[in-house]
């Protein structure tokens, strides 16, 4: 079965946020708002993981029970919560974008990531092919600011780093191509969340 995808028009610039969103809460969301109007989205996809290879997978809730949260935290039409890499059965990011520019290659993606995963990027299976296949967009977090762009990855990247202010046009830049935003940031993580609610 060929797996749904949100609807988009020719020509469109998407974001691609992925994670677990175990759960989601209002620091996604900001990253969202934040991508959509600084890189002139047109839409941002939430890409619900069946698991991230990086994390344990031992508190992950099921994977309906996570989109179906992120649906409600997103609240906002240019956003939409998908779950097809669970039907096509992807593991990695690259095999995610290798199917996505094969199925839509009449869109413009770009990769949404926040500051504490650029600093562990280097650790993503290809993250070279990542870097490659489409731009790449950085969103300052709280305690990275100084060290992610630092990190391994960036260094080795660094060269095709465009400036903040070139960011608008981030979205059709030839790959490898990246930004970093800086700006207001939120200090959610789900991992606290969950650790409030065991608590509670």
């Known amino acids: ?20 969103f175990n759960p989601a809460h209002a620091g996604h ?43 409600r935290v997103a609240a906002d039409p240019r956003i939409a919560v998908t779950t097809f890499e669970a039907e096509i059965e992807a593991r990695f990011t690259r095999d995610t974008l290798r199917f996505l520019l094969r199925r839509r290659p009449d869109l413009h993606f770009v990769w949404i990531m926040g500051a504490d995963s650029l600093a562990t990027f280097h650790r993503w299976k290809g993250f ?4 490659a296949a489409v731009p790449v967009a950085v969103l300052d977090r709280p305690g990275f600011t ?15 780093r ?18 970093y935003l800086h700006g207001p940031r939120s200090d959610l993580s789900s991992t606290a969340i969950r650790l409030r609610m065991g608590a509670a």
């Not at 079965?1 to 677990?20: E, T, V, W």
């Not at 100084?146 to 095709?160: D, E, G, I, K, Y």
């Not at 400036?163 to 191509?177: F, I, M, N, S, T």
């Open 1 to 20: 079965m060929i797996p749904r995808l949100p609807p988009a028009a020719p020509g469109q610039r998407i974001g691609l946020y992925g994670g677990s």
């Open 29 to 71: 969301r900001h990253v969202s708002l934040t991508a959509l109007r600084r890189l002139r989205l047109d839409r941002v996809w939430w890409l619900v993981t069946p698991g991230n290879p990086l994390k344990s997978l031992g508190a992950l809730a099921p994977l309906a029970e996570r989109a179906a949260g992120a649906r």
């Open 128 to 131: 070279r092919d990542i870097a």
């Open 146 to 160: 100084l060290s992610a762009p630092n990190a391994r990855a960036a260094q080795t990247l660094q060269r095709f």
């Open 162 to 179: 465009l400036p903040e202010a070139e960011a608008g046009r981030l979205a059709v830049a030839r790959p490898p191509a990246w930004v």
